[in-house]
Nanobody
Framework: QVQLVESGGGLVQPGGSLRLSCAAS????????MGWYRQAPGKQRELVAG???????NYADSVQGRFTVSRDNAKNTFDLQMNSLKPEDTALYLC????????????WGQGTQVTVSA
């Protein structure tokens, strides 16, 4: 089992920045992918940014150039730096950890709310 706890959400004005952090614990050695997803009311959950073990990050087109993911293996944290935030970035942001070789081996945090509004 893997436990994920997100933090760092909040209310920010358009153009502002936020940094989300996901703290992972448990059987982290089983994980080979971590990602940040978001879900806005009435919309499907979407992958915002993903980072496979030993690989390069990938980003949704809508956040490319504005968001950056990073992972600190020593601290077992997975961060999402969000710059130039837009109202359409408003959503519940969820941290995900998975093993792509084992179907169903995926874990989710409880989410942290990001609201971009003037």
């Amino acid at each position: 089992q893997v436990q994920l706890v997100e933090s760092g959400g909040g209310l920010v004005q358009p153009g502002g920045s936020l940094r989300l952090s996901c703290a992972a614990s448990g059987s982290i050695f089983t994980i080979n992918f971590m990602g940040w997803y978001r879900q806005a009311p009435g919309k499907q959950r979407e992958l915002v940014a993903g980072l496979p073990n030993g690989g390069s990050p990938n980003y949704a087109d809508s956040v490319q150039g504005r968001f950056t993911v990073s992972r600190d293996n020593a601290k077992n944290t997975f961060d999402l730096q969000m710059n130039s935030l837009k109202p359409e970035d408003t959503a519940l942001y969820l941290c995900n950890a998975a093993n792509s070789y084992i179907p169903g081996e995926a874990y989710w945090g409880q989410g942290t709310q990001v609201t971009v509004s003037a």
